[in-house]
């Protein structure tokens, strides 16, 4: 998951830096080459086609031989368990930095959505006392929305009708979230502003369609008035765009243009090339980023021991001991176990016990790509009463998600008795054997 969103970074940039130098200015006219709004669109979703098929399993299964096993040993005392929570990974920082980011979206959406509204003779027209610009709310409540006094401007309301029949403030809000999910990636604010200035143009076409010339020429000067900042004590600057930067400098001036001299879509340069040519690059990176992360599994998969880090249980429980195990004493000094000083962890601190290896299980799982552990067996044991009580504890036990389904993993089991005494040790070994 880590490498498709470095990939959909990397390649949203891109896209981003080639659509910025197609759509300069050509000729000395501001917007000469500025595509439609389904044009930005189509870059936008082309940005997410690379880590989309990067994520689309090439291969189904990895097999692990089962020359070596991961050992695991797992301690009988009441203050020991070995559930845990894996460190925060990068993967969950950037989930949580997202999420925080389309909270803060969603938080400005909803207070637009409980804007104070009056309704006018239009029955998709209302007004507001607040002191916001000219807008259309989405869904639910599927508006146009003007301050007070703007209830006549006819081209004004053409303007967010138009936005309202596009559905425009849907696709903005799922843009919004887009980027929030990005991290605010610069190539997909890019592209993203980009398709809101040109839904602006779109709207401004429908808004002066049936215009005089001096008409779209008032139009264009009313335009220009509300955007006119105002300082805190209420006075107007000399110059309506003095506060803006190049950016949205050249997007109003490109609005004004349209508008007074009645540009037409047909007029710019068609788009269609870079777009096929940015699909067919997107597939290839992605089916290419795909087909090399399946030969890198399958390669890591059996080139050896050295290699035997797919499995990271991140949920371990402790493992139950047989409740009756006889012949258990005389199998323990057939074998020789001695009992050995360890240090365990209880209650988060080192503490000495002592430990006594009782027996060692040997299974084959598989795991799933969600993580989880199924169809547990018993290939090796030093005795049979510990079997089931392995089988149903790695049963419990949880994997870090993979990217391919694993088959034949193999676990070995240790079972673990300690004690502050031998004495101790001895009484529980008792318990079992009996």
């Known amino acids: 998951m880590i490498n498709a969103l470095i990939i959909v970074h990397l390649w949203s940039l891109v896209v981003a830096g080639g659509a910025w130098i197609l759509q300069r200015d050509g000729n000395g006219r501001v917007g000469a080459h500025f595509p439609a709004p389904n044009i930005w669109f189509l870059l936008i979703i082309l940005c997410l086609l690379p880590g989309a098929l990067y994520l689309i399993p090439l291969g189904n299964v990895v097999s692990i031989p089962t020359t070596e096993a991961f050992e695991v040993f797992s301690i009988q005392a009441n203050e020991f368990s070995t559930d845990g929570m894996r460190p925060l990974s990068f993967l969950a920082a950037y989930i949580g930095l997202g999420v925080f980011l389309m909270g803060r979206t969603l938080w400005r959406w909803v207070r637009l959505q409980s804007l104070p509204l009056a309704p006018t003779a239009e029955p998709d027209i209302f007004a507001t006392p607040e002191m916001i610009p000219p807008l259309t709310l989405s869904w639910p409540r599927r508006a146009v929305v003007l301050p007070k006094g703007f209830e006549a401007q006819e081209p004004l309301i053409r303007h967010e009708r138009a936005h309202l029949r596009h559905n425009d403030a849907e696709v903005t809000l799922l843009l919004l979230l887009l980027q929030d999910i990005m991290l605010r990636n610069p190539g997909i604010i890019f592209l993203v502003r980009?398709?809101?200035?040109?839904?602006?143009?779109?709207?401004?076409?429908?808004?002066?369609?049936?215009?005089?010339?001096?008409?779209?020429?008032?139009?264009?000067?009313?335009?220009?008035?509300?955007?006119?900042?105002?300082?805190?004590?209420?006075?107007?600057?000399?110059?309506?765009?003095?506060?803006?930067?190049?950016?949205?400098?050249?997007?109003?001036?490109?609005?004004?243009?349209?508008?007074?001299?009645?540009?037409?879509?047909?007029?710019?340069?068609?788009?269609?090339?870079?777009?096929?040519?940015?699909?067919?690059?997107?597939?290839?990176?992605?089916?290419?980023?795909?087909?090399?992360?399946?030969?890198?599994?399958?390669?890591?998969?059996?080139?050896?021991?050295?290699?035997?880090?797919?499995?990271?249980?991140?949920?371990?429980?402790?493992?139950?001991?047989?409740?009756?195990?006889?012949?258990?004493?005389?199998?323990?000094?057939?074998?020789?176990?001695?009992?050995?000083?360890?240090?365990?962890?209880?209650?988060?601190?080192?503490?000495?016990?002592?430990?006594?290896?009782?027996?060692?299980?040997?299974?084959?799982?598989?795991?799933?790509?969600?993580?989880?552990i199924h169809n547990p067996r018993v290939i090796d044991s030093t005795h049979p009463c510990f079997e089931a009580n392995a089988k149903a504890g790695i049963a419990q036990w949880t994997a870090a998600p993979q990217e391919f389904a694993i088959k034949d993993a193999a676990v070995k089991l240790h079972f673990v008795i300690s004690g502050a005494t031998g004495e101790e040790l001895n009484q529980q070994l008792f318990n079992i054997a009996q």
């Not at 107007?236 to 506060?243: G, I, N, S």
């Not at 599994?297 to 429980?317: C, E, F, H, R, W």
């Open 194 to 372: 980009q398709w809101r200035l040109a839904i602006e143009l779109r709207a401004d076409r429908a808004a002066t369609r049936n215009l005089t010339a001096p008409e779209r020429k008032d139009y264009a000067a009313f335009l220009l008035n509300i955007q006119r900042p105002t300082t805190r004590h209420n006075e107007t600057l000399p110059c309506p765009t003095a506060r803006l930067n190049s950016t949205p400098h050249r997007h109003a001036k490109m609005r004004l243009i349209g508008i007074i001299e009645d540009e037409s879509s047909d007029k710019k340069r068609r788009w269609s090339a870079a777009v096929l040519s940015t699909f067919f690059a997107a597939s290839g990176i992605g089916l290419l980023s795909a087909g090399a992360k399946a030969y890198e599994a399958g390669a890591n998969a059996g080139s050896g021991p050295d290699d035997y880090t797919l499995i990271d249980y991140v949920k371990q429980t402790a493992l139950q001991m047989p409740g009756n195990c006889p012949g258990l004493i005389d199998d323990i000094k057939a074998r020789g176990v001695k009992i050995e000083e360890k240090e365990l962890m209880i209650n988060g601190r080192p503490v000495p016990h002592l430990t006594l290896n009782l027996g060692t299980v040997v299974l084959n799982h598989d795991v799933r790509k969600d993580g989880s």
